[in-house]
């Protein structure tokens, strides 16, 4: 007779979806859609090649990586360089995509070491 009651399944809260826990998969998810969007935004409106603007993105979260640990003024100085350097090789709308990689890439390591 109480073979046709179903069992329960286990109810999923989305609170616990939006936990502590999990916000570096949220950050590295919004730091890898941010590149992406980065590298299409480079190659159509900034005629950037394709394969310059990956490396690039490369490039910047390799660079956070080596830089994570150091004093939050040589990040800043790190942001205005990226800058310059924009300005030097006239593609600034490009290089500021760059340095928000490298900010990005460095709150994404912050949020992961403080977990």
């Known amino acids: 007779m109480e073979r046709n ?3 329960a399944l286990p109810s999923f809260d989305f609170r616990d979806l939006f936990s502590k826990d999990n916000l570096p998969l949220f950050c590295i998810v919004g730091l ?4 992406v969007v980065a590298i299409v935004v480079s190659a159509v409106a900034f005629d950037i090649n394709v394969v310059i603007a990956c490396i690039m ?5 390799g660079l956070a990586a ?3 640990r150091i004093p939050i ?6 942001f205005i360089s990226q800058i310059v350097i924009g300005i030097i090789a ?4 490009f290089m500021i995509f760059m340095a ?3 900010v990005f890439a460095i709150a ?3 949020v992961w070491s403080n977990k």
Do not use: D, M, R, T
């Not at 003024?73 to 790190?78: A, M, R, S």
């Not at 006239?90 to 709308?93: A, E, G, L, R």
């Open 5 to 7: 009651k179903k069992k």
């Open 32 to 35: 890898a859609v941010f590149a």
């Open 57 to 61: 993105v490369l490039l910047e979260a």
């Open 66 to 68: 080596c830089l994570n």
């Open 73 to 78: 003024w040589i990040h800043g100085l790190v």
């Open 90 to 93: 006239s593609q600034v709308p």
């Open 100 to 102: 928000f990689i490298y």
């Open 108 to 110: 994404f390591l912050y």
